[in-house]
């Protein structure tokens, strides 16, 4: 693995994050939108930070944190609905693309239990693509 900008599931997770904060923007429910967007950023930084640690062991432990924090996020976006602040298609669009999260998390921590997935290597450049 090159770098964490090249990863789907980190991708995925970005467009996440940048449609969480999108689609609640003129919500004045401050404390739950604050929770939901740190949710949503909160999985795509723990993929990278994971991918920048030293070791597999770290970049596993980094990824069952992301995942942890995308059903975190479906537990908010389920609530957000329930509370009328979120439109029932963009909630469908927000918890169906938390769900291609994890799973897409999941299979990196099952390649990375396996040993199949290759490592970074040193000094690989760091620019996005």
Known sequence: METFEKLDAWKSAKALALDAYRSLKHCRDFSLVNQIQRAAISIPCNIAEGVERNSQAEFRSFLG?????????????????????????????????????????????????????????????????
């Not at 669009?93 to 999260?101: G, H, K």
């Not at 290759?118 to 760091?126: D, E, Q, T, V």
């Open 65 to 129: 944190v992301a995942k942890g924090s995308a059903g975190e996020l479906r537990t908010q976006l389920i609530l957000a609905k329930d509370l009328e602040y979120l439109e029932e298609d963009a909630f469908v669009r927000l918890w169906e693309a938390s769900i291609r999260v994890s799973q897409l998390i999941g299979g990196l921590i099952r390649s990375i239990e396996k040993g199949s997935l290759p490592a970074r290597p040193k000094g690989s450049p760091l620019k996005p693509s």
